[in-house]
């Protein structure tokens, strides 16, 4: 089980889809260099494993629901289960990110065990703690972050014995949160963010029905709100409207088009719901920085 690429396979609700390990071991290491994503950032999605990351190289803006975060080198961070979240590089130097995506029972095993009904429960359900950033001159986040970077060495040398090892030390940070964050685990609240449920459902109509021809208002109706409180709940989690992350994702959609279909140009235009190959073009050269032609040739 070796550190892999981060390529994010997400499914139309902007879920993550990867499979994390094995069933025996389910934690997945990834090493992912933002300048090599598609759109130039690690787009938004979500999946029910936790994460823990640490800036290798450069800076890293780190969005989590309505919140951003600002990542030097050698700090990191937590994201909770469930949890939107997104990254683009900060600054003129790119960013690498190491990370563990894990799902809670490699840390509680059995199920109803006492280690997940008292604590990695109440953890994964805390609306309080969707993002925790853990920087170095705080002793016990700095002692999180080592934790986290031998866990991440060991993981990717695969010597004898190192699932015990990075089950250690992610179970220690597991340890560490949930001691320091005790007295806001004990005032949580239960229910999930009405604007995360809210932008989830409309996430789930875009990657839906992007092909169509889309306007805010149907966007909206899918949570039963007004186009305002719309442009409101994706302004305040996603810090973008509901048409630009529309066309956001028609791109990326249509540059994994071109890269694994011999669709022509105007027929991946018609079908990711662009109104016109030239506008196609322009809206593909802002975001990927060259034309569809160009960037299919490069490939």
Not at 191 to 202: F, G, I, L, P, T
Request: hydrophobic share 35%; net charge negative.
């Amino acid at each position: 089980m070796s550190i892999k690429p981060c390529g994010l396979k997400i499914t139309k609700d902007k879920r993550e889809l990867e499979t994390r390990g094995t069933p025996m071991f389910p934690c997945g290491g990834y090493f992912s260099d933002i300048s090599k994503e598609v759109t130039g950032d690690i787009p938004w999605h979500w999946h029910d494993e936790i994460e823990l990351l640490v800036v290798h190289s450069g800076e890293a803006r780190l969005n989590v629901s309505e919140m951003s975060y600002t990542l030097h080198k050698g700090e990191g961070a937590f994201i909770n289960s469930g949890v939107l979240h997104s990254a683009q590089i900060e600054g003129n130097d790119g960013c690498i990110l190491n990370s563990f995506v894990f799902k809670p029972s490699l840390i509680y095993g059995a199920v109803e065990s006492i280690i997940q009904q008292r604590y990695i429960r109440p953890l994964c359900n805390s609306n309080d703690l969707s993002c925790i950033v853990f920087h170095q001159t705080i002793d016990w986040q700095a002692q999180t972050l080592r934790c986290i970077r031998s866990a991440y060495d060991a993981f990717q040398n695969e010597e004898f014995g190192y699932e015990l090892f990075v089950w250690e030390n992610l179970s220690h940070v597991c340890y560490l949160i949930i001691q320091n964050m005790l007295s806001v685990l004990k005032q949580q609240k239960q229910d999930e963010n009405m604007d995360s449920v809210r932008v989830k459902q409309m996430l789930n109509f875009i990657h839906n029905s992007y092909g169509d021809s889309l306007e805010l208002k149907q966007i909206a109706d899918v949570s039963s709100i007004s186009q305002r409180e719309c442009l409101r709940c994706f302004k305040f989690t996603l810090d973008m409207s509901p048409m630009q992350y529309l066309i956001k994702y028609r791109i990326s959609v249509a540059a994994r088009l071109l890269r694994e279909t011999d669709e022509s140009i105007t027929e991946i235009c018609n079908q990711c719901g662009f109104v016109s190959p030239s506008y196609f073009s322009k809206m593909f050269k802002r975001f990927i920085d060259c034309t569809p032609t160009s960037y299919r040739k490069v490939l």
